[in-house]
């Protein structure tokens, strides 16, 4: 987890309802990301900045948003046109240098009841 | 179209015993290749990184292999203990690709007593 807290740990929300992912972090990398996993599927991405005030859409960013006015924070928001939001959510961070590891988060729980 | 797949699915094996987990990818230009553990409810955790020159490396009982010709990688672990239980996922990244990171959709491994 190192440096990267994601709260809260477990999240329930009504339909209809949006909702915001905390994601915080002190490695001072850039490049931060927000991850959905699913059951039995690999890890599919939302959305990604690499720097402040920027952000880009992944491959799955319909019905959520994000904003990234900090280095350190990178919150994601579920809204109600996301129509399947139940899922295990992680934020990831990335170092520089030859590997570009990312590091990850860990994790939130969301389900809609 | 970039892929990873991971095998096997699921893997149920008694503590003490070894067992190795296959990754193959068809991912290009490379850049390297990951191994992450994740413990169920938790973020994953990174065990190894291989670029194209490296062809094994290792990280306590794990040693994880890359033949970049036959574009295969494997993940052997030793000695296995109640703790290796968790899922492993294999994570591929191209060259130049900044942000986008490929995953598998992981091995589910299970050590018994």
């Known amino acids: 987890d190192g440096g990267i807290t994601q709260s809260p740990k477990y999240l329930f929300r009504k339909e209809g309802q949006n909702v915001t992912l905390s994601c915080e972090q002190n490695l001072n990398h850039d490049a931060m990301y927000w991850y959905r996993q699913d059951p039995g599927q690999g890890l599919r991405l939302i959305y990604y900045s690499q720097i402040v005030n920027d952000f880009q859409k992944g491959d799955i960013a319909e019905g959520y948003s994000v904003s990234r006015e900090k280095k350190e924070s990178f919150p994601l928001t579920v809204t109600s046109a996301q129509k399947n939001p139940t899922a295990f959510y992680l934020c990831a961070t990335r170092a520089g240098g030859p590997y570009n590891e990312q590091f990850f988060g860990p994790g939130t729980r969301l389900t809609v009841l | 179209k970039n892929q990873v797949e991971q095998s096997p699915q699921s893997l149920i094996i008694l503590e003490g015993k070894n067992c190795t987990l296959q990754c193959n990818y068809t991912v290009s230009p490379f850049s390297n290749l990951r191994w992450y553990k994740q413990d169920t409810g938790r973020g994953p955790v990174s065990l190894t990184i291989m670029t194209f020159s490296e062809n094994t490396k290792s990280n306590g009982r794990y040693t994880a292999t890359l033949d970049a010709d036959t574009k295969q990688s494997s993940l052997h672990i030793t000695a296995s203990q109640l703790s290796d239980s968790a899922s492993y996922i294999c994570?591929?990244?191209?060259?130049?690709?900044?942000?986008?990171?490929?995953f598998g959709k992981g091995t589910s491994l299970l050590v018994t007593p």
């Open positions: 994570v591929v990244s191209a060259e130049n690709s900044g942000y986008a990171l490929n």
